[in-house]
């Protein structure tokens, strides 16, 4: 099955904490992305990757690191979390390395920060 | 200006008629069109996607592009109560490989 994996799917943590949140996906898709979702503010591009080892940043970077080792895996790292990210976070793919085809999403990770 | 606007809702309609949900932006450069359905507490889906101006249909679902006009719409004929959900525009930031989304229009369909 065609599909985007994210873990975890809940997390609480601490401020400082680093912490990791995996992404995955089977569809051989070039583009991957990282979002957050906030009540009133939507879907807020964080990074995003067009290919194994090209990144760049989205709307809403600070505070986040990307890496795209291989091709199926987009990892989000937060080295040093603050409340300020307690947030709803959706990993996503999608076919060429543009932002010009349809995403499909992992179910998301909703991460608590105190 | 925000990049994406969408009306926030709710827009409430009967089973049965038609929804139509609007989406205007500010980048002139953007190529690539999208409707997503956000269930609540569920990750978004793909319901159509436009790249031309003009209409695009899929079933009870047709897109409209007007790219002159910076705007988008998706219409849903025969709308069900499953169809209730958040309906999210987005496009690709023109120039650059982002993705921008509007924050979203709650459809609620009455029974």
């Known amino acids: 099955e065609a599909q985007v994996t994210q873990n975890p799917r809940y997390l609480i943590t601490v401020t400082g904490k680093k912490l990791t949140v995996t992404c995955s996906q089977n569809?051989?898709?070039?583009?991957m992305s990282w979002y957050r979702q906030d009540p009133g503010l939507g879907l807020r591009q964080i990074y995003y990757?067009?290919?194994?080892?090209?990144?760049d940043k989205g709307d809403v970077p600070e505070g986040y690191k990307v890496s795209r080792k291989e091709k199926r895996n987009f990892p989000l790292i937060l080295e040093s979390p603050s409340p300020n990210q307690t947030s709803l976070y959706f990993c996503?793919?999608?076919?060429?390395?543009?932002?010009?085809?349809?995403?499909?999403f992992g179910d998301g990770t909703r991460l608590s920060i105190l | 200006q925000k990049e994406v606007e969408q009306n926030s809702g709710p827009l409430s309609v009967p089973e049965g008629a038609i929804a139509s949900l609007n989406c205007t932006y500010s980048?002139?450069?953007?190529?690539?069109f999208f409707w997503y359905r956000q269930y609540s507490g569920k990750s978004p889906e793909l319901i159509m996607f436009?790249?031309?101006?003009g209409d695009k249909e899929d079933g009870r679902f047709t897109a409209q592009l007007n790219k002159a006009s910076q705007y988008v719409s998706l219409l849903i004929r025969d709308s069900q109560p499953s169809d209730s959900a958040t309906y999210l525009c987005?496009?690709?930031?023109?120039?650059?490989?982002?993705?921008?989304f509007g924050t979203g229009t709650k459809l609620q369909v009455i029974p």
């Open positions: 436009i790249y031309s101006n």
């Open positions: 996503a793919s999608s076919k060429g390395g543009s932002a010009n085809q349809p995403q499909h």
């Open positions: 987005a496009l690709n930031s023109g120039g650059y490989q982002k993705v921008t």
């Open positions: 569809m051989n898709h070039e583009y």
């Open positions: 990757s067009m290919n194994v080892e090209v990144t």
């Open positions: 980048d002139r450069g953007s190529q690539s």
